[in-house]
């Protein structure tokens, strides 16, 4: 079985700073990873996501994540926050097929951006 | 538009008042879910559907019911809603070859 650890439920940072969302995984076999954004009043949008080719994953609004074996991390980052990066961010993670085989979501992280 | 489109978005109902809410994607998408995000908890599974009249259970099954008699249809049925349904609700689908969940916007939930 897999799971997903988010750290911090809340995340304030300053417009202008680096964003750090973390994400921790346990899975018996290599994983499937994503990071799916909510903003306000809509449903869930896909940022990025890995499956096994480049560690380096590099998503939507500038967003980007590295996979670490050795850490079983795939933490969220993007150099310059922006207010309407302001939103729910939830980490995943599936065996195969994207969801097909049970997609299971860490308990999201709030993303606060500052003025 | 490549969609997946819920309704109702908003229902306010009672505890025991049966009531449907509706699934419909229009990319003939083979795999259907429904999630339930709940404050705190993140989002967990309900049911799923492989495929026309294949369905299976997830997370949180209790107090829910499916069925998928088209590809395109996949509704979310509770027979006897109570209020520990008060939730916001999300139908999914997927097709195996892109490896990704395409979401609806939500369906608000509130039972009295």
């Known amino acids: 079985a897999q799971s997903v650890t988010q750290l911090g439920s809340h995340v304030s940072v300053s417009e202008g700073a680096l964003v750090l969302l973390r994400c921790n995984y346990s899975s018996s076999v290599p994983p499937y990873l994503f990071w799916y954004v909510q903003y306000p009043n809509q449903g869930l949008q896909l940022l990025l996501k890995?499956?096994?080719?480049?560690?380096l994953v590099k998503g939507i609004n500038g967003f980007e994540a590295e996979f670490k074996k050795s850490e079983t991390s795939f933490h969220l980052t993007k150099p310059s926050a922006h207010m309407s990066d302001a939103a729910e961010y939830f980490c995943a993670v599936t065996l195969g097929r994207g969801g097909a085989d049970g997609l299971t979501f860490g308990k999201g992280t709030h993303l606060i951006i500052q003025p | 538009e490549a969609q997946v489109t819920q309704n109702p978005r908003y229902l306010i109902t009672v505890t025991g008042k049966k009531l449907t809410v509706t699934c419909s994607q229009n990319m003939n998408h083979e795999y259907m879910s429904w999630y339930r995000q709940d404050p705190g908890l993140g989002l967990r599974q309900i049911y799923y559907?492989?495929?026309?009249?294949?369905?299976d259970k997830g997370d949180v099954p209790e107090g829910y019911k499916v069925s998928r008699k088209e590809k395109r249809n996949f509704p979310l049925i509770l027979e006897s809603p109570s209020p520990n349904q008060t939730s916001l609700y999300f139908c999914?689908?997927?097709?195996?070859?892109?490896?990704?969940?395409?979401f609806g916007a939500g369906s608000r939930l509130t039972v009295l």
């Open positions: 559907s492989m495929n026309v009249e294949v369905t």
């Open positions: 890995y499956t096994s080719a480049a560690t």
């Open positions: 999914a689908s997927l097709h195996y070859g892109a490896n990704v969940l395409t």
